[in-house]
C-alpha cells in the first residue's frame, strides 16, 4: 500500500521520494487512516477506501516536502514588478501553487466517498 503512495507522488509531481522519507509516509499513511475512521466512525477501513487513503497519504507528503519538490526559488514568486512608471503584473501559478492546489485535492473526500460507509451514533 506504501508502495502505491510513492508510485502516486511520482506519477504526479515527478519528484524520486528517497528511502529516508519512508518512515515519514508511513506516519501519514497511518495518520490518514485514523482520520477516514474518525469520519465514517468504523474500527477497519473498508477495501472501496483505500484509494482515498492513499490520495490523502499522497497529498500529505507533497505538502509536507514542498520545498524539497520545486525548490527554494519556486516556493516564492514576484507578483508584480514597477520600474519607475511601468508596472507589470505576473499572473500564472507558480509550481508551489499548483503543489500546493493539488496536495490539497488530494487530501479531501471531494466525491464524499466516505458518506458511503458512515455508521452514525445512536
Excluded at 515527478?14 to 515519514?24: F, I, Q, S
Excluded at 484509494?51 to 508584480?80: C, F, K, W
Amino acid at each position: 500500500m506504501i508502495d502505491d503512495v510513492v508510485m502516486l507522488i511520482s506519477a504526479y509531481t515527478g519528484y524520486e521520494v528517497p528511502m529516508d522519507d519512508m518512515a515519514l509516509i508511513s506516519y501519514f499513511w497511518k495518520a490518514s487512516e485514523k482520520e477516514i475512521l474518525a469520519d465514517i466512525n468504523q474500527e477497519a477501513l473498508p477495501d472501496a477506501l483505500d484509494p482515498l487513503h492513499t490520495r490523502m497519504t499522497a497529498g500529505q507528503y507533497i505538502n509536507a516536502r514542498l520545498g524539497e519538490m520545486v525548490g527554494d526559488d519556486g516556493l516564492q514568486t514576484i507578483g508584480s514588478i514597477t520600474e519607475g512608471k511601468v508596472s507589470v503584473d505576473i499572473t500564472g501559478d507558480s509550481p508551489a501553487d499548483r503543489l500546493k492546489s493539488l496536495a490539497m485535492a488530494l487530501c479531501q473526500d471531494g466525491g464524499n466517498e466516505c458518506a458511503c460507509f458512515r455508521k452514525i451514533h445512536w
